[in-house]
């Protein structure tokens, strides 16, 4: 890989993040970097403030404090205060989200083919020949058979789901993907499926990867780096391993010594 | 039956039958210059649905409650109004209104297009090609062409001020990925003045190409959902669709059973239990003009061609 301007900047910088519900905390005081083709893990129990802080840095919600600056194609914007039309116009080419649950990142009744397409067309593809075979070929990369092209997405399975919601965010070519715990409905074998799908993409596409989850499992097969949150704070931040295997924090201690060994 | 609109546009000018007890064109001035005012923004945004406070209306929603009240914060007493549904002038819904201005504001009512100044119209536009100066006012149904595709109302205001669009054409891959064609027929988006995506109400798309540019002022009522919008005259309207699918207008292998136009919109008219059908221009003012002789082309091609069992009075009947 050549190094260019934008490697010497963080692609995702985000200061002291707060989100406040009225008097109940979402997020306190929460910041990272994200680099050009790193995975980040954000781990931490239900309510912990995971998809809080997901959702502010990824353009979703409006943070009460702090500041996120993406390092766009088009220069460095702050995605709390860049105009609606800019920040919106980021969020579908050059960022995805895949959610825990399909149904609020497919459109359920438009067929897989239309699904993968809606980005494309949104950017102003107009050649309906050019969609399909797009389409196709993303269909093809996340495993699901091509002749499901025309069927909707309630005819899938779960797992089927979950990497069409993937093709359907990749297809633009994004630079950074952020997932709200997209193994969490899918069973073991399915997971590991979609895991290795997940990897193979990250860096073949060098992606950059914000993950929420709650499995510490999945973090270790994908994330470089780790946020270990608890009531909205962050307790313990690092590298993966060194966070898993040396946990300093009586929090993240009892979450790594919490996992069954099978 | 032509004799009997004779007649009614005659009693229809008469002032003496004007009904009592009601402002001009039955609703109040303070009304009328509140829609006055959201036809003058939507003739300023054109294709921006402008909301506006819906009155109640002496007849039924969807029966034309939108176009009835833009029509009537429009006329005056010189105007000559004509009314179509579904291109016809003698159905229910079109000798209504028709009666209504004429009860209530005692103006002039005709079925000639050229000769009118306001047209509401309900599925149709005329044949005959408008003017600049004359109106055609839209029943509206459903005035969002995105509802059906993202039923957040929030959501599709965003999509509209932001012009994001995509969606739309997501609608006409899955028309075309299921049946090798855009198969929308009637309601077909159109893209106003490329700015704002826009139903053109539920026309054929047959009658799409005659919105572009035209020379008359296009305004659209809908009266349920509160919103007017409208297409100021000579503006660019361009109908939806893909590079490699493009626009296209239905066609007849058949000519009109009446009047021979190769070139109107037809409709089919099952004539009898074993099937027979005919194909009638939709338009009833084109189909009797042409009868009528008047125009020039069809004396040159068709005379003498009009099947001796088809007369006029019978079309309706059929």
């Known amino acids: ?262 | 039956m032509k004799k009997q609109f004779k007649e009614q546009s005659e009693t229809g000018s008469d002032l003496s039958c004007v009904m009592e007890g009601y402002n001009f064109a039955y609703l109040d001035e303070q009304t009328k210059r509140m829609i006055r005012r959201t036809i003058l923004k939507a003739v300023a945004i054109p294709g921006y649905q402008v909301p506006f406070g819906s009155r109640e209306m002496p007849l039924p929603y969807g029966w034309g409650t939108g176009g009835i009240q833009v029509t009537a914060s429009l006329i005056g007493p010189e105007d000559t109004l004509k009314v179509i549904d579904q291109g016809a002038d003698d159905t229910t819904n079109a000798v209504s209104i028709r009666r209504f201005f004429s009860r209530t504001a005692g103006v002039h009512t005709t079925t000639r297009t050229r000769e009118a100044t306001i047209i509401q119209t309900r599925h149709r536009i005329p044949e005959a090609h408008l003017r600049n100066g004359q109106i055609i006012v839209y029943q509206v149904p459903i005035p969002e062409p995105l509802r059906f595709i993202e039923p957040r109302a929030k959501e599709v205001l965003r999509m509209h001020a932001l012009k994001e669009y995509g969606i739309m054409f997501v609608k006409l891959y899955e028309d075309i990925s299921r049946y090798g064609r855009i198969a929308k027929a009637f309601d077909y988006p159109v893209l106003v003045n490329d700015r704002y995506v826009m139903s053109p109400s539920p026309i054929p798309k047959f009658d799409n190409p005659k919105m572009d540019r035209m020379p008359a002022l296009q305004i659209f009522g809908a009266g349920r959902e509160k919103r007017i919008y409208a297409v100021p005259p000579y503006t660019k309207v361009k109908s939806l669709d893909f590079e490699d699918y493009p626009f296209e207008v239905e066609r007849w292998s058949q000519c009109c059973a009446l009047c021979g136009s190769d070139h109107s919109y037809l409709d089919e008219i099952i004539t009898d239990d074993q099937g027979s059908r005919m194909y009638v221009c939709s338009d009833t003012d084109y189909c009797s003009q042409r009868l009528a002789g008047r125009d020039r082309d069809f004396q040159r091609g068709f005379k003498g061609k009009i099947p001796a069992s088809s007369a006029i009075g019978t079309k309706k009947c059929a």
């Not at chain 1, 309510?47 to 404090?65: A, R, W």
């Open chain 1, 1 to 262: 890989m050549c190094m260019k301007d934008s490697d010497h900047i963080p692609l995702l910088k985000v200061k002291s993040i707060s989100k406040y519900y009225g008097r109940r905390i979402g997020c306190h005081g929460i910041g990272f970097e994200l680099w050009p083709g790193e995975v980040l893990g954000i781990v931490g129990e239900s309510g912990s403030g995971k998809t809080t802080l997901l959702n502010c840095i990824s353009g979703q919600l409006e943070p009460s404090e702090g500041a996120v600056w993406y390092a766009s194609n088009g220069g460095v914007i702050d995605m709390c205060k860049a105009p609606e039309p800019q920040r919106r116009l980021v969020m579908r080419t050059e960022m995805g989200t895949v959610y825990q649950n399909p149904r609020d990142g497919l459109r359920m009744h438009v067929s897989a083919g239309g699904n993968i397409g809606e980005r494309l067309m949104a950017n102003g593809l107009r050649h309906y020949g050019q969609v399909r075979r797009k389409a196709l070929n993303w269909l093809e990369k996340v495993e699901i058979d091509q002749e499901r092209i025309d069927d909707t997405p309630d005819t899938f399975s779960g797992g089927m789901q979950q990497r069409l919601q993937i093709a359907r965010n990749l297809v633009t070519g994004p630079r950074i993907i952020f997932m709200d715990e997209p193994t969490s409905g899918l069973d073991v074998s399915v997971q590991a499926r979609l895991l290795d799908l997940l990897r193979g993409l990250v860096t073949e596409l060098d992606l950059s990867m914000v993950m929420v989850t709650h499995d510490l499992a999945v973090t270790r097969l994908l994330a470089h780096r780790l946020i270990v949150m608890k009531d909205g704070e962050a307790v313990e931040s690092g590298l993966t391993d060194q966070v898993l295997d040396d946990p300093q924090h009586p929090y993240t201690q009892l979450l790594v010594s919490s996992i069954l060994q099978p």
